[in-house]
């Protein structure tokens, strides 16, 4: 129990400490298909260490709610990620049903960025929070949907019971299923991050963005703190994507935190090789593919419930 205890403790440090690697493996991977060196992997690093270091401008206009706002994503954020198995060790927090708290977690943050998007009273960060409300109701029923088949599979109603319990079995018996909602789950991945082709956080045209429209305002520790959370946010999904990919392997749980940390930044090069393949699409065609997600998830539950034993 007090091994379990230090692995899951040693893969939440990690997860902690390395996730502002994975903007920078994806810029990388972008800059070697687009012939360039690009910026370093430690660039979040040192953007988030500089902007600590500068103080945070406030617009007249803005209230506490704005100020309240990037700490609560932070947070928030930090804790969904307390709930995560690593290495096939359950979080000491777990509970039967906290997948619905995970879920929560996540929407309270986004309902904060949306709040302090609409606190500073500019039309472009309206515009942003305004996407990102219509992308989102559908992002979460797609990540529900998704959660619902895993239930449905495994017969667990928590974080830990339905990834940790992914083994050859499962995909021998249900892989059409399972890889249904894991094509539905990668779709959710690129949603929730704010990755192409459904968003492009590199780009400057306030008409054209999403995420980045709504955190204009944003300065100093604040920015920092916002980067930091969407960097954890992504190792929390992408490390879920890999539970529920790659089977469960036993042996030494230190053996499988380190294959976890490896597959976690392959997951980020596939993500940098899908966003220099594919173009962002336009807005009227993200709600289509993000329902596309959400229909894969629930013909997964169709299949398990007409052919599961």
């Not at 309206?126 to 619902?148: I, P, T």
């Amino acid at each position: 129990m007090e091994n379990s205890l230090l692995v899951w403790l040693v893969g939440l440090l990690v997860a902690l400490v390395g996730a502002p690697l994975l903007p920078g493996i994806i810029n990388k991977v972008k800059a070697f298909f687009a012939g360039r060196r690009g910026p370093s992997v430690f660039q979040l690093y040192y953007d988030i260490f500089r902007l600590c270091h500068k103080a945070s401008v406030y617009s007249k206009t803005t209230t506490w709610v704005f100020r309240l706002a990037s700490v609560v994503v932070c947070a928030t954020t930090i804790c969904a990620m307390l709930l995560l198995p690593f290495a096939g060790c359950a979080s000491p927090l777990f509970f039967t049903g906290d997948l619905i708290l995970f879920l929560y977690l996540m929407g309270t943050g986004r309902f904060f960025t949306v709040l302090a998007a609409l606190d500073t009273g500019s039309s472009f960060e309206g515009m942003g929070a305004s996407r990102e409300c219509q992308f989102a109701v559908l992002a979460e029923g797609a990540l529900l949907a998704a959660f619902g088949a895993l239930i449905l599979l495994t017969k667990h109603l928590s974080l830990y019971g339905i990834l940790n319990q992914m083994d050859m079995r499962f995909w021998s018996l249900d892989g059409t299923a399972l890889l249904l909602v894991a094509a539905g789950f990668f779709v959710v991945i690129l949603t929730e991050c704010c990755r192409v082709p459904i968003d492009d956080p590199d780009t400057h045209l306030e008409l054209t963005m999403i995420h980045e429209a709504m955190i204009l305002d944003n300065s100093g520790v604040d920015l920092a703190l916002i980067h930091y959370a969407a960097s954890l946010k992504m190792w929390c999904l992408l490390l879920m994507e890999i539970l529920l990919v790659c089977p469960r392997i036993p042996g030494s749980p230190w053996f499988a935190l380190v294959g976890e940390v490896l597959c976690v930044l392959v997951g980020a090069v596939f993500v940098g090789v899908v966003e220099s393949v594919i173009a962002r699409f336009r807005f009227v065609k993200v709600p289509q593919i993000i329902s596309a997600a959400m229909g894969a998830s629930l013909l997964a539950i169709v299949l398990l419930s007409l052919f599961q034993k």
